[in-house]
């Protein structure tokens, strides 16, 4: 199984473009740190001379061909798009989502894990292939505040465990 993630930051508002080409960087290294055949082959392509620019259909048709190339090789993927609702404008978030659903459409080997802080009409895409998980913060501060203790406490218990007391972690 190879996880490929991709974390959509507020401070740059991605584009659709951004998080295709991401994927496509990162599905292009292969387990053993190689780089897959097929990346090499797009980049000589797309950098001999002057050329056009790459255009987004060409981005996911390589993320295709290496999501294929990683079925070939037995490769359970799971694609990790995280804060989706981060994206630069409700319109790439729902053209990322068609792109999304094309993949789990067309590759069974893949599975796909996106989170949002905010409900996205776009995500109904997946209804037919989703197991939605509400999150909240609804737990009083005084209760987070006694994990935390507890949690400190017992990490704090292990250490003291170690050596005898004497690991420089330990006071």
């Known amino acids: 199984m190879r996880i490929i ?3 959509c930051d507020s401070t740059k508002r991605v584009n659709r473009e951004t998080v295709t080409r991401a994927l496509a960087r990162k599905l292009a290294f292969l387990p ?4 897959a055949r097929t990346a090499l082959n797009f980049y000589e392509r797309k950098s001999q001379g002057l050329q056009p620019a790459v255009s987004i259909t060409e981005w996911e048709n390589l993320v295709f061909e290496l999501l294929k ?3 070939d090789m037995s490769y359970h993927i799971v694609l990790v798009i995280d804060a989706l609702n981060e994206c630069a404008t409700p319109e790439d978030i729902d053209l990322i989502c068609i ?5 789990v ?3 069974p080997h893949v599975s796909l894990l996106i989170s949002s802080h905010e409900n996205i009409t776009s995500i ?3 209804r037919e292939h989703m197991n939605q998980v509400g999150v909240v913060t609804d ?3 005084t209760e987070i505040e006694r994990f935390i203790d ?3 406490r017992h990490r704090r218990t292990e250490l003291n465990k170690l050596e005898g007391n004497k690991s420089i972690f330990c006071k």
Do not use: T
């Open 5 to 7: 993630s991709y974390f």
């Open 32 to 35: 053993d740190s190689s780089v």
């Open 69 to 71: 190339q990683c079925a």
């Open 99 to 103: 792109f999304l659903h094309k993949i």
């Open 105 to 107: 459409e067309k590759c």
């Open 124 to 126: 109904m895409r997946f």
């Open 139 to 141: 737990a009083p501060k």
């Open 150 to 152: 507890e949690e400190l």
